[in-house]
């Protein structure tokens, strides 16, 4: 979608995707997987309104979310005020498909992306990959959440789920791109999705 589509959703409050922090992330953070004393940095990428990003600063992390949609940042620098997290949380306008992001430096310990790379195609999708891995170092985990399906395999159409409207990942996709220097595992998410785990070897 183009930035003033994501830019209309979010100023009318009906973006579909902008429900709160992910159980998948609580998960994460539950099981101990990550936390600020393993690995503090964290980027958000696609961070709309920033429910994770502030999220993970209220646990002690520092965030860097990355967006194109400027209604979006507003309401996440807004969120990060309100709670008390400004000084841990940076939100930045940028095009995540493209390696460097201006005023995004270095490399993350923590890397999240909700719905973010599957809803590119083509080139794009390959650069934000590409992207992914420089800013990834050995032991950084990355948490991939995506419709995951073969198109032939959804509805044409459908109000409610995953349909061929869709963007998604193909089954197997998620090797191609990162299986070279990410060890995958692949947890529990409903039909046609899917959420991975990667960590950098």
């Known amino acids: 979608m183009r930035p003033w589509l994501y830019n209309t959703l979010y100023r009318l409050g009906i973006a579909p995707w902008d429900t709160g922090v992910r159980p998948h992330l609580v998960d994460l953070l539950e099981s101990g997987r990550v936390s600020p004393e393993s690995g503090p ?5 696609g961070c709309g309104t920033g429910a994770e990003s502030v999220h993970l600063a209220r646990q002690g992390f ?3 979310g990355v967006d194109y949609a400027h209604v979006a940042l507003e309401r996440a620098r807004a969120r990060a ?3 008390g997290v400004a000084d841990r949380c940076r939100f930045v306008h940028a095009d995540i498909s493209s390696h460097p992001m201006p005023g995004v430096d270095g490399t993350f310990d923590v890397i999240l992306d909700f719905g ?3 809803d590119m195609t083509g080139e794009p999708r390959a650069g934000m ?3 992914i891995h420089r800013y990834a170092h050995p032991g950084t985990v990355f948490l991939l959440w995506c419709f995951y399906a073969r198109k032939e395999d959804v509805p044409r159409v459908r109000f409610a789920g995953v349909s061929r409207m869709h963007s998604m990942l193909a089954p197997g996709e998620e090797q191609e791109l990162f299986g070279d220097e ?3 595992e692949r947890v529990d998410s409903p039909e046609h999705t899917a959420c991975f785990v990667m960590t950098k070897k």
């Not at 940095?41 to 990428?45: I, N, P, T, W, Y």
């Open 41 to 45: 940095r964290v980027l958000d990428l």
């Open 62 to 64: 520092d965030v860097t």
């Open 81 to 83: 005020a309100q709670q």
């Open 116 to 118: 973010a790379l599957d």
């Open 129 to 131: 990959a590409r992207l």
């Open 182 to 184: 990410f060890v995958i």
